[in-house]
């Protein structure tokens, strides 16, 4: 698997570094990296998607057409955590599946305490009836 970083690609693609970080901000759906900080690197498809911006841009397509032609060819890459990475779908449903799990037992949690809440307020209820008095049972009551 070969990996880029940003030097790497602006030098194979014979364009400013500043013009890869743009092309990479602007169509970040097909920008495939690992790692992150100084320690990203970009895959195979990245380099692939930069030459066909590079080409699309200098004939003037305008952002909705490249990100078309790259929808066509490639597959996206969403935003996790704010970083962008590759993730294959197995490992998306085994995170998914973690985040389900995990609300399921934060859920089973707060029916566990409301329900206690609801024993705790019937209790309540039960101890003020027994101990309720009438006025006059107040009135000679002996403390």
Known sequence: MELYTKQELHK??????STVSYYIDRHPYFMTSKGSGRKK????QT???LKIIVEM???????????NKLSSLFSKEYPIENTITAITTTEQQQRFIEVISKSLRILA?????IQKLKDDVEELKAYIKRNQLSWW???FKKE
């Open 137 to 139: 049972q107040r009135l």
């Open 57 to 67: 841009s200098n004939n003037n397509s305008d952002k909705e057409t490249i990100d």
């Open 12 to 17: 194979i693609l014979n364009i400013p570094p």
């Open 109 to 113: 949690d707060q029916k566990k305490d």
């Open 41 to 44: 690197r970009y895959l195979r």
């Open 47 to 49: 380099l692939e998607a």
